[in-house]
């Protein structure tokens, strides 16, 4: 199954801001946290090494320069 980049949300702007919305009010750390959980839970459920790998190296690719 290949890496689905565009989204398929009927409301792309609403899955945005329920993102944004869980790390409200958190603290950096806890938000950090909340982050790597979500991104454990659906990585289970994609349950695609090769989709996975993909996604860490588009993610990568992505990130601003430091």
Do not use: C, Q, W, Y
Not at 9 to 31: H, N, Q, S, Y
Not at 48 to 55: G, K, N, P, W, Y
């Amino acid at each position: 199954m290949p890496l689905t980049t565009a989204s398929r949300f009927p409301e792309p702007d609403e899955a945005f801001v329920t993102l944004i919305e869980a790390r409200r009010g958190l603290p950096e750390k806890d938000a950090a946290a909340l982050d790597a959980r979500l991104v454990l839970i659906l990585a289970n459920h994609i349950g695609d090494i090769e989709v996975l790998r993909e996604a860490i190296a588009l993610a990568k690719s992505a990130a601003p320069d430091r």
